[in-house]
């Protein structure tokens, strides 16, 4: 999720606990701690184009380590504005940045990314789907209730943040419901079985989703209107990733075949080769129409590379705008 809803979300809880005179403290603190696991994308290399794949929404945003954020969180800010004030006793600030940090993973898990809520028990990414990584319609509420709650100081309000907060993501999985139960329709109409298939929310509404679903041989993309009535908007297909068949040349013991299987464990197993650039493996689960197959990432090989040399990551975002607009006449029907 962007990191004003998850500020807003982290800033949301510690406002419907605090007093009147302590909303300030609060909104500020659970504002900058509901942001703060999202530092995890510092962690980079420059030799390893992958490494921030594995690390981010991976130790930050697990559930065990909430208490471990908030306490540093608390403090860091203690130290730089409780302690010269006198006003902020560290018990304080350390409850209202753990509130805040706490909102962040499971709201990320709301999404489609993908986040290790269990880590490090388990490297699971757990992705509900049942809201956009950016969504106007789901923020623009929260900002409207915590602005009010600070300026009015009125605590009850943030108490709707917080019913709001919750109720957007059912809605969501209702929607995500109805949109699956329309790809199963489909995929039977095709004679399809499917092994596993999923509904995603498109970008920043919950009327349009993609359907991915898997055969054995194929992976297939469509997207559902989930509007008052059900329609679909038939995609495209991609035969599987097969490595003896699609990169035939590549060492199973290089570090870009170790790079393929990080990225098949970040990308769910959605990977397929590109249909438009045979040295590039491609993460199906996104793309700017819900339709397409055409990916907003992937890894480029190269049978250049030597064996210690890692596989590129790529972002495509060609064509972004022609796509927003077929994007918003779907949404608009």
């Known amino acids: 999720m962007d990191p004003l809803t998850q500020g807003l979300l982290g800033a949301a809880l510690p406002q419907s606990v605090a007093d009147r005179r302590s909303l300030g403290l609060a909104t500020v603190l659970g504002f900058l701690s ?119 100081r009125q605590p009850r309000l943030a108490w709707l943040a917080l019913v709001w907060a919750l109720a957007y993501p059912g809605l969501g999985w209702v929607q995500r419901e109805r949109a699956a139960a329309m790809g199963w329709e489909l995929a039977a109409s095709r004679g399809h079985e499917p092994l596993q298939l999923e509904a995603k929310p498109s970008f920043a509404n919950l009327l349009v989703w993609k359907i991915v679903y898997e055969t054995d041989q194929r992976y297939y993309v469509d997207a559902v209107r989930a509007g008052r009535r059900l329609r679909v908007y038939p995609g495209e297909s991609v035969e599987k990733l097969d490595i003896e068949r699609d990169f035939p040349w590549l060492d199973h013991q290089s570090q870009q075949a170790r790079d393929v299987e990080r990225f098949r464990w970040f990308s769910n197993g959605y990977i397929a080769q590109d249909p438009a650039n045979p040295a590039r493996l491609i993460d199906i689960r996104y793309s700017m129409l819900p339709n397409e197959i055409d990916a907003l ?28 607009r077929a994007l918003l006449k779907m949404i608009f029907d």
């Open 297 to 324: 990432w992937g890894i480029e090989l190269s049978t250049a590379a030597k064996h210690h040399e890692h596989a590129a990551y790529v972002v495509q975002r060609e064509g972004s705008r022609e796509r927003g």
């Open 34 to 152: 509901g942001m703060a696991p999202d530092l995890d994308v510092l962690i980079r290399s420059s030799s390893d184009p992958l490494l921030f794949l594995e690390y981010h929404r991976q130790f930050t945003h697990s559930l065990f380590f909430i208490p471990i954020g908030g306490t540093l969180c608390a403090g860091l800010f203690w130290l730089l504005w409780g302690r010269r004030r006198g006003k902020m006793p560290f018990k304080t600030a350390w409850w209202y940045c753990t509130l805040g940090y706490g909102t962040h993973a499971l709201l990320d898990a709301c999404t489609t990314y993908g986040t290790q809520l269990w880590w490090p028990l388990s490297n699971a990414r757990v992705a509900w789907n049942t809201v956009s990584v950016i969504d106007p319609i789901y923020t623009l509420p929260l900002l409207l209730l915590v602005v009010s709650t600070l300026r009015l």
